[in-house]
């Protein structure tokens, strides 16, 4: 059974930057495509972006369009979220999800397992 935990979310003003981390263990990383959500308080979970399995095709959500990236490491079942130029609107819990089809989606609903998340909090 996949797992995921996420870890790298914290406190920082506009304008900073923040990489979070999701780590798998229970099956190989590589084998799923990846997806970031976030939720912040009274709203619903959005998707922020996702990356195939082969880490060759990447999707974002126009909000982060220029400012995140995504990536992964197969070798160290692990996927990353480089989130740059932080804006406050960026608060919310980020979260980590995999599915097994190799097909860019975020939607959260195309997702089967999800970690517990990671708090990232912007503001001056």
């Known amino acids: 059974q996949l797992q995921l935990v996420e870890s790298g979310g914290g406190l920082v003003q506009p304008g900073g930057s923040l990489r979070l981390s999701c780590a798998a263990s229970?099956?190989?990383?590589?084998?799923?495509?990846i997806g970031w959500f976030r939720q912040a308080p009274g709203k619903e979970r959005e998707g922020v972006s996702c990356?195939?399995?082969?880490?060759?095709?990447?999707n974002y959500a126009d909000s982060v369009k220029g400012r995140f990236t995504i990536s992964r490491d197969n070798a160290k079942n692990t996927v990353y979220l480089q989130m740059s130029s932080l804006k406050p609107e960026d608060t919310a819990i980020y979260y980590c999800?995999?599915?097994?089809?190799?097909?860019?989606?975020?939607?959260?609903?195309?997702?089967?397992?999800w970690g517990q998340g990671t708090q990232v909090t912007v503001t001056s």
């Open positions: 229970g099956s190989t990383l590589g084998d799923y495509t």
């Open positions: 990356i195939i399995r082969g880490g060759i095709w990447t």
């Open positions: 999800a995999a599915r097994r089809k190799v097909s860019l989606s975020i939607r959260a609903s195309d997702y089967d397992y």
